[in-house]
């Protein structure tokens, strides 16, 4: 999966799925970000931004391991 804003503070990025075995998968992603203004600067200097990430792929984890099987649900593609 990859983006690329069009609006807002400019990021981009591409997270990959990787099947390591039949009950396990690794997540990767590589993100680019430039704050916009003092806040988002003053917070991604302070490390907030990375935090962020990090919570969200742990809360992706946690959501993805509790299903216990796929959902069977669209494959399509996204224009």
Do not use: C
């Amino acid at each position: 999966i990859a983006w690329k804003s069009r609006q807002g503070a400019n990021n981009a990025g591409v997270v990959t799925f990787h099947r390591l075995s039949d009950s396990k998968s690794k997540v990767m992603l590589q993100m680019e970000y430039d704050p916009e203004g003092f806040v988002e600067k003053v917070g991604d200097t302070a490390g907030a931004v990375s935090q962020r990430v990090l919570g969200d792929l742990e809360r992706f984890k946690q959501y993805i391991e509790s299903r216990g099987q796929e959902t069977g649900s669209w494959r399509g593609t996204v224009k």
